[in-house]
């Protein structure tokens, strides 16, 4: 694997927690092979969801009842070679929401186990298991203006 190959895997691991931020399906779906799976679940568990194909923006219903989110990538491991590769990849899941008793935050320690391959001149995902390891509720609070 070239340094090149971790630095486009890279960055197709920050377009994909951007897409996700951003609730745009087309940026997502775009990030995925046409078979691309996507599947959800605590590390241990069983499958929550699963989606193929065109199904994968899907997993944006999963998080359009907050507020925001705010997905912070790190930790990323990838080998492999030519066409097909595979990584690793930590994630910290911040997910805002109000509710009656004020606003919260659902923190999500997730572990992306993901199979790429090359496409069309790049790479996408073929296949990520999002690996929900363990959550966090915590207040939160607006942001606020900051004073000049």
């Known amino acids: 694997m070239t340094p090149e190959d971790i630095v486009a895997l890279r960055h197709l691991v920050d ?31 069983p499958v929550e969801n699963e989606w193929t194909g065109g199904e994968v923006v899907r997993t944006l219903e999963a998080v359009a009842g907050y ?26 899941a911040h997910h805002y929401e109000r509710t009656a008793n004020g606003p919260v935050d659902l923190v999500m320690m997730i572990r992306y186990h993901d199979r790429y ?12 298991r999002v690996a929900i ?10 942001a606020r203006k900051v004073r000049s």
């Open 15 to 45: 377009r994909y927690a951007e897409a996700v931020d951003d609730r745009d399906g087309a940026a997502l779906l775009a990030l995925f092979t046409d078979d691309g799976v996507l599947r959800v679940q605590t590390d241990s568990g």
């Open 67 to 92: 507020d925001r989110t705010f997905h912070h990538v790190g930790g990323g491991v990838f080998e492999g070679g030519g066409a097909e590769a595979v990584g690793r990849v930590h994630c910290v």
């Open 117 to 128: 391959r090359a496409q069309d001149g790049g790479w996408r995902i073929a296949a990520r």
């Open 133 to 142: 390891e363990w959550t966090e509720l915590h207040p939160a609070h607006p």
